[in-house]
């Protein structure tokens, strides 16, 4: 079967503001993909990579990169925010609230804050999003605001 290239993303008055979007399905976080974003992105700080530097640490295991954490959210999102949108035009106040490990379960929700016609071309608008996850004991872990550029009609 072919995917449904028109429920991807939403259209500008499919954005209503107050509105919780509930982002499925949820990630657990393998130690091999975890890994890999580390070589890849050549983070190599011990607390991520080095379990017995980890296990001395007050987390007494290997944390999750923040900016996998941060990706993985956002790409999560993308079915219901941005896949229909110009462009992210910005991130703000990106925040780590609790540590993430391996094998946890990352939800994540959006809220929608804002929406208005782009003052530089009206046949834009700007949407401005809230998006929180959580791990599996339902703590938050991440929480960040974005800007997406979306056409009008």
């Known amino acids: 079967m072919k995917p449904n290239k028109n429920n991807f993303g939403r259209s500008y008055s499919q954005f209503k503001v107050g509105e919780k979007i509930i982002h499925w399905p949820r990630k657990t976080i393998s130690d091999s993909e975890h890994s890999l974003f580390c070589l890849i992105t050549m983070n190599h700080h011990p607390i991520h990579i080095d379990k017995i530097f980890a296990k001395k640490s007050k987390f007494k295991k290997r944390l999750v990169v923040g900016t996998y954490v941060f990706s993985l959210v956002v790409g999560m999102t993308v079915r ?74």
């Open 80 to 153: 219901d925010i941005s896949g229909k949108a110009i462009a992210n035009l910005n991130y703000e106040k990106v925040n780590h609230h609790n540590p993430v490990y391996i094998g946890d379960t990352i939800s994540s929700y959006s809220i929608i804050e804002k929406k208005e016609v782009s003052k530089s071309n009206n046949k834009n608008a700007k949407i401005k999003i809230m998006t929180i996850a959580n791990n599996q004991k339902k703590q938050k872990v991440l929480s960040f605001q974005r800007t997406i550029l979306i056409k009008k009609k």
